[in-house]
């Protein structure tokens, strides 16, 4: 089956500005997740998707950070405007079923740099 | 309550060796530990999962050794490869609510480098 698949891979942008990533989960996966990974440190979930709605979105910084799961398949995350520390990996996951024991199937990423 | 500690950060072992990482939990509603492994430029990837009702899993020269009263969990890689170099995160997994999709909380990670 096909993996994840994320878009852009890279994106440079400076601070204030805005940015969207993409994400196409695994066909037919129920769960879908953003995380955010610094450089060193672990991933950290932003939002939980299952199906088309939010089932936790407490880390994901509001005022800042949106996300969306078209017609519960496909997935954007956008940041506007964009902070220095906005700078790392944003990893998307998906999983088979609501009631997956755990087991998350990551894409390779969308690394930002915030200048 | 919901982290989960990880130790050490890196790791460097001779071919052939064991390399052993340790986690510990403070939640005891975690009920599934995985461990992930990830390489430079990729997503992380399941590597093995342990339940807390198991002491042990094996699976080929990887191990889980599970302490459910200490809190902790552990990974042991026999005979370490160079290609197991990579950085590995154990991981804690619950349900958010009742019937809904589990989420995984994940450690700091340990950077491994297995010398040839």
């Known amino acids: 089956e096909a993996g994840v698949a994320q878009s852009p891979r890279y994106k440079i942008i400076e601070k204030r500005q805005s940015v969207a990533f993409w994400c196409n989960p695994i066909?037919?996966?129920?769960?879908l997740y953003w995380y955010q990974q610094i450089l060193g440190q672990g991933p950290k979930l932003l939002i939980q998707f299952q199906n088309n709605g939010v089932v936790d979105d407490s880390q994901l910084p509001k005022d800042r950070f949106s996300a969306e799961r078209l017609k519960g398949v496909d997935s954007t995350l956008k940041i506007q405007p964009a902070k220095l520390e906005d700078s790392a990996v944003y990893l998307c996951?998906?999983?088979?079923?609501?009631?997956?024991?755990?087991?998350?199937?990551f894409g390779e990423g969308s690394r930002l740099t915030v200048l | 309550q919901q982290q989960v500690k990880q130790s050490p950060q890196s790791l460097i072992v001779q071919k052939g060796g064991i390399s052993i990482i340790n986690c510990a939990y403070e939640n005891t509603a975690f009920d599934y530990f995985p461990w992930y492994q990830q390489f430079p430029g990729k997503g992380p990837a399941l590597l093995i999962a342990i339940r807390p009702d198991v002491s042990e899993k094996k699976e080929g020269r990887f191990t889980i050794s599970f302490n459910k009263s200490a809190k902790q969990f552990s990974l042991h890689i026999m005979d370490s490869q160079p290609g197991d170099s990579a950085t590995y995160f154990c991981?804690?997994?619950?349900?958010?609510?009742?019937?809904?999709?589990?989420?995984?909380?994940f450690g700091s990670g340990t950077q491994l480098t297995v010398l040839p």
């Open positions: 996951a998906s999983g088979r079923r609501a009631d997956s024991a755990g087991e998350l199937f």
């Open positions: 066909s037919g996966h129920a769960t």
């Open positions: 991981a804690a997994s619950l349900s958010f609510s009742s019937g809904s999709a589990r989420q995984l909380t």
